[in-house]
Structures are given as C-alpha cells and as structure tokens.
C-alpha cells in the first residue's frame, strides 16, 4: 500500500511525487510511456520556477531566448527583447521531464514506466489503480495524466473541452545565429502560429484559443516554415490536446486530486502549462502530505489555493484573450505593437506582476478602438 499514487510523469506528476517522497511519503509514480518520452512543445518556461525547486535544473536547459519578433500575416514586423533579469528558458521536453523524474527516484519514488492505466477503483479506504502490467493500492491518488488522459473522467470531474494543438518539429542541420521566439498572427483565426528554437531543431506550432477545431492545419503550418526560411519537408506534425484554464472549480474529490493539465490549469491568453503545473503539484502535495497526518479539510485547501493564487488571476488573462482573439487585427495594432508589449509579456512570466494589473487597461484599449475620435 502506498501514500500515493501520481498518475502520469510530466511536470506536474513528477513534481508532486517528488515533494511528497521529500517528506518522507512513499510514492509510486505511473507513466504510459517508457521515459524519457519525448512530448512537443515550445519548451518554454519561466526561469522565476527555479525558485520554487531545491535542486537545480539549469543542466535541462537548452536554450536561452530574448529576442522576440511578431508578425501580421507574415508582414508588419515587431522586434523586440525581453527585459527581464533572466531570459526565456527554452527546453526539450524529454530532458527536462527527465530531469524532474530524476529527482523524484532520487527522493525515494517508485517509478513504473511503459505502464498504461486501465481503470481505477475506490473500496476500503483506499485506491485500487488497474495497469495492463498488474494492480497497485494507494491511499491517495494524483491524477496528472494531462489532457488527453482519462483519469479525470473516471474520478467522476465533469468534463473539460481539449482543444487540439498542432507543433510541427522540424530538425536543423546547424543551430540559428540569432535564434528568435517567433509569434504571427493573422494567418489562423482566433489563434496565433509560433516558433521556439532549440539548439538542433525548430518547434513550430498552432494553438487556437477561441472557436472549433482547425482546418488544414499542414498548410498553415508550412506556409509558416518556409517563411522562417526552413524546409516542412523535414519535419513531423504532432497533434495533441490543450485543456485551456476555464474558470475556478474543484480540483479534489474523494481522496484524489488533480493536478497540471489534467485539471486544465494552462494559461488561456498564452497556453502557458509548464510552470502552473508545476505550482500545482507542489501545492498538491502539500495538502495530502496533511490529509495523510489527518487534516480532513487537506483536500478542499488544495482546490481553493490553486483558485486563489493562480486561477483568481487567470480569470483575466481569460477576459483578455476573449477579447484580442476576437479583434486580432485590432489588438496585434493597440497591443502587440506597443513597445511595452513584451516588457508586459516578460514581467508576467517571471512572475514580477499580475494579469489583474493591466487587464482593464488592456481591455479598455482594444475595445476602445472601436469607438470615434478614440486615438489608439
């Protein structure tokens, strides 16, 4: 019988296995996948998470980014730099994860990769966990199988939309003189394209953060590339799910939390999802450190800290993206191409300041421009 059971290795779940191995809680980490797994993304974090952790990460990292350049529909260009103490921290998935799954064995983790969870079951105080290798018991259980796993569902939460994601990896025979986060807008609707390099490679994707699914997806996508100056040719399409922040609600149930993309904490104005779930799985295992010493209300705290300090901010961020995924062309004009845009944009990644700081300014900006005579 363990603590704990974590389902799923990404940051979420390894950063909660290992904050409760660290106090002293025995943990069996499960992961579908034989790690390290290798998962697209644009591989980028805040260095402000670096805080947050006891053991250093800067090994993980591959890339270090502060030029930014924006587009509107291939054209219009805005060149800007972060002006944040540290530049964007840029990883590949698979040493970064590995990284953090590293740490959680080191801190006593049981870890059971290649293993696929096909049913849970709850009966005598405890979680029966049901793998196509065998069965395992856990008094408490983390759900952190991101957006495209089942486990929220069959913990009973009601179901959250995933939206589909698109990043195209296109490897690089040699890494870029001056490698550049990238964003064009205008080209997809109610979304943008993007770009993060690595050292070897490109990370090109879509995200769409209002309406349906995409159509030809593929071509947005190499119309992109070949205007980067790379080959689409030499790249794979990867398709998986975004469950976007879509207001507060519960995040624990009966002896059972969830946790990172699972309880779709990833920021709706940037699918940002690396550092909130990371905050995540520290605050989670935190509370069933305490629910485990007896604290009956352990679990309910969880819910309403990650809605206090996180999701109360969120909300903005939320009303934001409403409103500029709405009038791209208008807000790419009275937002993007303002020259305190990506300072904004650094600050809020390093944590220095809120959503709830500027949103009714930037709000007020883009629905402004509508009215006559307004400058914008």
Avoid at 186 to 195: E, I, S, T, Y
Wanted: charged fraction near 25%; aromatic fraction near 8%; hydrophobic fraction near 40%.
């Amino acid at each position: 019988m363990f603590d704990c059971i974590v389902v799923g290795g990404g940051p979420a779940g390894s950063t909660t296995a290992y904050q409760l191995a660290q106090r002293g809680r025995s943990v069996l980490l499960l992961e579908k996948h034989s790690l390290p797994r290798y998962k697209p993304c644009t591989g980028a974090i805040a260095p402000s998470i670096a805080s947050w952790l006891d053991f250093d990460i800067t090994p993980a990292i591959d890339q270090k980014l502060r030029h930014v350049r924006y587009t509107w529909q291939l054209d219009d260009p805005v060149e800007a730099e972060l002006e944040t103490e540290e530049p964007m921290w840029i990883v590949r998935r698979d040493v970064f994860d590995q990284c953090l799954v590293d740490q959680a064995l080191k801190a006593g983790t049981t870890l059971k990769d290649g293993t696929a969870v096909v049913g849970i079951a709850f009966k005598d105080d405890a979680w029966t966990v049901h793998t196509d290798h065998g069965s395992y018991a856990g008094r408490y259980l983390v759900a952190a199988d991101g957006a495209d796993g089942p486990m929220a569902q069959w913990l009973g939460f009601k179901s959250e939309k995933a939206r589909q994601s698109y990043v195209h990896e296109i490897d690089l025979p040699t890494p870029l003189e001056t490698p550049t986060m990238a964003f064009e807008f205008g080209l997809v609707k109610q979304g943008c394209l993007w770009d993060f390099p690595k050292r070897q490679r490109h990370s090109l994707g879509i995200t769409r953060f209002l309406g349906d699914t995409l159509k030809n997806p593929e071509q947005s996508l190499a119309t992109y590339a070949k205007s980067l100056g790379s080959d689409p040719e030499t790249g794979q399409l990867y398709v998986h799910g975004l469950k976007l922040w879509n207001g507060n609600r519960p995040l624990h149930t009966r002896q059972a939390l969830l946790v990172g993309e699972a309880a779709a904490l990833v920021d709706p104005m940037t699918a940002e999802g690396i550092r909130p779930a990371i905050f995540s799985g520290i605050k989670a295992a935190a509370a069933i450190d305490r629910a485990l010493a007896g604290d009956a209300q352990a679990l309910a705290h969880y819910s309403q800290t990650i809605h206090d300090e996180w999701g109360n901010d969120i909300q903005w961020s939320q009303r934001i993206a409403n409103i500029f995924f709405r009038m791209q062309k208008i807000g790419y004009r009275v937002g993007i191409k303002r020259p305190t845009a990506t300072k904004r944009l650094g600050q809020l990644l390093a944590g220095e300041i809120r959503y709830a700081d500027l949103a009714n300014r930037v709000i007020k900006r883009i629905s402004g421009s509508f009215l006559p005579g307004r400058e914008t």
